[in-house]
T-cell receptor, first 117, second 106 residues
């Protein structure tokens, strides 16, 4: 078990370009979350998958953001026509979620730092 | 009003002091997580709670489901405990508090 892996670690792009990030969760984890964190702030929810189903997407996200988890394993987050305000750390987390009260601890990746110039 | 509120937002203390960080939430949850993030570092899970109390080394986490409140305590604090501590509640989805920035001075 290598933990949650995110790639790339850093991405610098020019405004207007598209970017895609990848998250590989812990293999048996069925829940996968994407968060965004700016300096000095707590993580901000973006979207959440249970297996391959995208169960929720933040109202804060514009249509420029899309996420997929096609086989219920790795996930990608794409940002189209990037803006300077998209500059942030994009975090992925996974857990083993079940209905009921008992969920597993969260495991976070190291994040992808996006800088839009 | 945020679904998860942490207090204080910033806390500075001297080495050895007993530290308490509070988390209040307004939604139904199945679990509550306490997380730690060192400056420039990743996020690490400290505790996952659904009831009662858990202890790991100098860290203690408690939760009162009826009052929708949790506390994280650090005994005999040390400068290496300096970090941001984040509460996250797991209900319909995970919702994070804004974090508490803790600084322990030697």
């Amino acid at each position: 078990d290598t933990g949650v892996s995110q790639n790339p670690r850093h991405k610098i792009t020019k405004r207007g370009q598209n970017v895609t990030f990848r998250c590989d969760p812990i293999s048996e984890h069925n829940r996968l979350y994407w968060y965004r964190q700016t300096l000095g702030q707590g993580p901000e929810f973006l979207t959440y998958f249970q297996n391959e189903a995208q169960l929720e997407k933040s109202r804060l996200l514009s249509d420029r953001f899309s996420a997929e988890r096609p086989k219920g394993s790795f996930s990608t987050l794409e940002i189209q026509r990037t803006e300077q305000g998209d500059s942030a750390m994009y975090l992925c987390a996974s857990s083993l979620g079940t209905t009921g009260r008992h969920n597993s601890p969260l495991h976070f990746g190291n994040g992808t730092r996006l800088t839009v110039t | 009003k945020n679904e998860v509120e942490q207090s204080p937002q910033n806390l500075t203390a001297q080495e050895g002091e007993f530290i308490t960080i509070n988390c209040s939430y307004s939604v139904g949850i199945s679990a509550l997580h306490w997380l730690q993030q060192h400056p420039g570092g990743g996020i690490v899970s400290l505790f996952m709670l659904s009831s009662g109390k858990k202890k790991h080394g100098r860290l203690i986490a408690t939760i009162n489901i009826q009052e929708k409140h949790s506390s994280l305590h650090i005994t005999a604090s040390h400068p290496r405990d300096s970090a941001v501590y984040i509460c996250a509640v797991d209900g319909q989805k995970l919702v994070f508090g804004q974090g508490t920035r803790l600084t322990i001075n030697p």
